[in-house]
């Protein structure tokens, strides 16, 4: 059950990356998105987070820090 569940939501999590890819939705972030990444004790995963939301996101909310 737990392992149909991890590839439901890893399929979820690429569709929605695609539809950003492709502009059929925007993505919005925040300071709370980009804490929550770098607590990711995985450097290659959070380089490649960072990546894609500072190459898709449309727009920040809140002030930068």
Do not use: C, H
Not at 29 to 47: A, C, D, G
Not at 57 to 64: F, L, N, P, T, V
Request: neutral net charge; without cysteine; hydrophobic residues 45%.
């Amino acid at each position: 059950m737990i392992f149909q569940q991890i590839i439901l939501e890893t399929e979820a999590k690429l569709y929605i990356q695609a539809l950003i890819q492709y502009g059929n939705i925007e993505l919005v972030t925040s300071f709370i998105l980009y804490s929550e990444v770098m607590e990711n004790p995985w450097k290659y995963k959070r380089n490649a987070i960072l990546q894609f939301v500072d190459k898709y996101a449309k727009e920040y909310i809140g002030s930068k820090i």
